[in-house]
């Protein structure tokens, strides 16, 4: 059993930088260019790992932390999630709170590093990201909510492992309107197309490259793989919310978590080639739709 | 057939919301030219049998709501110029939350309602929470043309309300009942249009300073 977590959260942490890559693949195809090779956030990766950092003079260890502590909390969280359709590599009982705080806790040191070097354009980066993520939260909360009153369960394991299977004949058009949602929260938290462009690099527009501006070589390696793996995540809930791979044995499931990356960084390019970047003040009510669709699902489990 | 209607349902809510959170009047009119669809498939997923009543109601029912209403609303934005926008007087923030507010009391009341849905339990809550929505539409928009968008919501959560009826409902009431609507909502667009040529906008506001 734990071999089996085990396994599955390496192949996410390997694999988690494939999501942008097909994305961008995706982006390209459909838009009629050839694009960059799958594996460029890798070579990406490599090219800034082999880099040396800058750092301003004004920064402290606030801006030193922030990169690592980013990578450090969201592969806790996803130490939490049933990578494997089975159980979490950790799980206690009131662990999805601790799941959603963890990515929380990361988004707020990376914001602490931002404030950190003194920038009024940083601080304005930060200002965005956060009235964003504080409306995320609550949508995440309606989900995982939803999916204790579906699976009375407290923990991530219980709420997206084999519990839920049990139940999915009852539940499940709730919980497809619950992926949905999901899908729209991990667009606007991993700061993708509807919200935020993360190939953009105008000032006006900008909202989580902001912060990270400042940070170069292998600390901006370390929070561009960060988010990647916080889409592979949310990719891996989704994942356990439509999928069921009780059946299958390690490999398969493993196997199967790596496609599903590769279908969301898909459904991610076909979103981002579909439609353009909301304007700032439309981005609160798109996130808002994705709540209303948790909500609903909610309402639905509560009937 | 339970779980196809079901999916129906959930779109026919799905539909009110994005009649909430659509700021093109276009996009709005599409919303409810789909549901109009999605009513006038529901009746035979509902029965499950295709009888000479229920083909003549669905299919009487797409022409009207899906095609007909439509194209005379989009026929009238463009005839009387309107400007694309959707003027909201309460914001679409709110109004979805609104919306959400609505859908949970329409399953909340749905359960204590002493009528039976017999088809669907989704059926009654996704009744009243068209009527409720279509009633926020109404209310919130000031634009002659939402307002009559939020006519036809507030008259497809009537049908679906008819719908737990429909086998004790004479088929003339029904066709009747279609009639209404539409010359309604003809009418609605000539006034919409009369205004917008006597003000310049189509602003109901305005309709306070009508005289003969």
Same mark, same amino acid.
């Given at each position: 059993m734990i071999l089996s977590a085990l396994g599955s959260l390496g192949a996410l942490v390997v694999a988690a930088p494939v999501i942008p890559g097909v994305a961008t693949k995706t982006r390209a195809l459909l838009t009629g260019r050839r694009g960059p090779p799958l594996w460029q956030p890798y070579a990406d990766l490599r090219k800034l790992m082999r880099k040396g950092a800058t750092y301003s #003079? #004004? #920064? #402290?260890w606030a801006f030193r932390l922030a990169p690592l502590a980013v990578v450090a909390t969201t592969l806790l969280a996803s130490a939490i999630v049933p990578l494997d359709g089975r159980r979490g590599l950790v799980s206690f009982t009131g662990d999805a709170v601790a799941f959603a705080y963890l990515l929380g806790l990361g988004r707020f040191l990376l914001v602490l590093g931002a404030l950190d070097t003194g920038s009024s354009f940083e601080g304005m980066g930060t200002s965005r990201e956060v009235s964003f993520a504080s409306l995320v939260e609550p949508g995440l909360f309606v989900a995982l909510v939803a999916l204790g009153v579906a699976t009375? &369960? $407290?923990s991530l394991t219980g709420m997206f492992g084999m519990e839920l299977w049990q139940r999915w004949p009852v539940v499940a058009p709730s919980v497809i309107l619950l992926a949905v949602s999901l899908f729209v929260l991990m667009l606007a938290e991993c700061a &993708?197309? +509807?919200?935020?462009? +993360?190939s953009t690099h105008l000032e006006l527009t900008m909202i989580h490259e902001v912060m990270v501006l400042d940070h170069s070589g292998p600390d901006l390696a370390f929070i561009l793989y960060a988010n990647a793996l916080k889409m592979a995540v949310f990719a891996a809930l989704i994942l356990d919310l439509i999928v +069921? &791979? *009780? *059946? $299958?044995?390690a490999w398969g499931s493993a196997a199967v978590l790596v496609g599903a990356l590769i279908a969301s960084g898909i459904a991610v390019g076909i979103v981002e080639s579909s439609m353009a970047r909301l304007r700032m003040p439309k981005v609160p009510l798109f996130i808002a739709g994705g709540t209303a669709l948790g909500l609903f699902g909610l309402i639905l489990l509560l009937q | 057939m339970e779980s196809l209607s079901q999916l129906l349902l959930f779109l026919v809510v799905f539909t009110d919301f994005a009649v909430l959170g659509s700021s093109r009047l276009s996009a709005c009119i599409r919303a409810v030219a789909l549901q109009g669809l999605l009513l006038g498939l529901l009746p035979p997923v509902l029965f499950g049998s295709v009888s000479l009543h229920v083909l003549a109601l669905a299919v009487g029912t797409v022409l009207v709501k899906a095609v007909v209403l439509p194209a005379f609303l989009r026929w009238a934005i463009r005839e009387a110029s309107v400007r694309r926008e959707v003027d909201p007087l309460v914001g679409y923030l709110p109004s979805l939350l609104l919306g959400v507010i609505a859908l949970a009391a329409s399953f909340a009341v749905a359960n204590v309602l002493?009528?039976?849905?017999?088809?669907?339990?989704?059926l009654i809550p996704a009744a009243l929470v068209t009527v409720v929505i279509g009633l926020i539409v109404l209310i919130t928009r000031a634009k002659a043309l939402t307002q009559v968008v939020g006519y036809l919501m507030l008259e497809n959560g009537i049908y679906l309300f008819g719908l737990t009826q429909l086998q004790r409902v004479p088929f003339l009431v029904e066709v009747g009942v279609l009639l209404d609507v539409f010359v309604g909502v003809f009418i609605m667009g000539i006034v919409v249009f009369h205004i917008n040529r006597e003000f310049d906008s189509i602003s109901a506001a305005n309709l306070t300073r009508l005289h003969e």
């Open positions: #003079t #004004t #920064t #402290t009375e &369960r $407290l &993708r197309v +509807p919200v935020d462009d +993360p +069921p &791979r *009780a *059946a $299958l044995g | 002493p009528v039976r849905a017999g088809y669907s339990d989704l």
